[in-house]
């Protein structure tokens, strides 16, 4: 609308007050309908950004704009982030991420052949990884394994001591959920918890190629590390645990629920590791043809 228009209005006739303007009452009144429009649109909006930002708390604009896509609404990231300012819905900060890596030990380390390797499948690369989580009165220990072109956490553990039975009890949990062909590249950093005889022969027995980071050296193992801040951020910062059926059963929620079936992954073209693999399966037998019909020929 007119401001001059508005203000008048009370004292002329808005069609006398249009001419006096030089404005046709037509664009006048289709002004006004077009910023109750707007008006009602943005509200619309932010109420399904609050439902996203209860269930993800920690999604920022981008993500949010995603979500808001797939949900049918047609928003750029510039009004999404511009609503949320207004609103104060930020994503929450993200505390210092603490190592668990002790490769202090005499037992052999592998070359890193994961750093090469181009992932174009689920179960050609694992990637495993350790972190620590805070209970009210002591800390526990947490051992993760990724799938590499999903980023699906296929294995993990939860047990207040970290050792070798923390490590295969998640690999153990991978290989039980997953089809593995021999050849799969499992990648880990050196820590004795993964260098130890026991965790090696599970290795072994199931045709692994073994891969280690460079010593000292975290961005050889960067995706799993990227995993456990997520982790931190989304789940544990949030959450006071007092035992340890409680973080279980929580985090257990965050893995299975959220991070492999809920959560947008800006890495993966803003889907979820459940989707990419899902996607990945739906064309895999055209993928099958081709190969054959390339080998044949």
């Not at 609308?1 to 006096?20: F, G, K, N, W, Y």
């Amino acid at each position: 609308m007119h401001p001059l228009i508005d203000t008048a209005s009370a004292q002329l006739p808005v069609e006398r007050l249009c001419a006096l303007a030089v404005v046709p009452r037509s664009s006048y009144y289709r002004a006004g309908q077009v910023k109750v429009h707007q008006a009602d649109g943005n509200e619309t909006v932010l109420q399904e950004i609050r439902t996203i930002c209860e269930e993800m708390p920690s999604y920022g604009s981008p993500r949010v704009t995603a979500e808001l896509r797939r949900r049918g609404f047609p928003v750029n990231h510039k009004r999404v982030s511009r609503l949320m300012g207004k609103a104060n819905l930020h994503c929450r900060r993200k505390k210092r991420f603490v190592r668990t890596t002790d490769s202090r030990h005499n037992f052999r380390v592998y070359p890193n052949v994961a750093k090469d390797l181009v992932v174009i499948r689920p179960d050609q690369l694992w990637r495993a990884d350790i972190t620590y989580i805070r209970l009210v009165r002591e800390f526990i220990y947490l051992a993760v394994i990724l799938d590499a072109f999903s980023r699906r956490v296929v294995g993990w553990a939860l047990a207040r001591h970290i050792d070798a039975a923390l490590t295969v009890t998640a690999l153990k949990m991978a290989i039980e959920q997953r089809h593995v062909e021999p050849g799969l590249v499992h990648h880990s950093d050196q820590g004795v918890q993964y260098a130890c005889e026991e965790y090696v022969t599970l290795l072994n027995i199931n045709n692994f190629t073994i891969s280690m980071s460079r010593k000292g050296n975290p961005y050889d193992n960067a995706m799993a590390e990227s995993f456990m801040k997520t982790l931190k951020a989304e789940e544990v910062y949030i959450n006071d645990y007092h035992t340890i059926t409680d973080a279980s059963w929580n985090i257990e929620q965050f893995i299975e629920i959220v991070y492999n079936t809920k959560r947008l992954h800006s890495s993966l073209g803003y889907c979820t590791p459940c989707e990419k693999e899902a996607e990945f399966h739906k064309k895999e037998p055209t993928l099958a043809i081709q190969e054959i019909v390339s080998t044949e020929g």
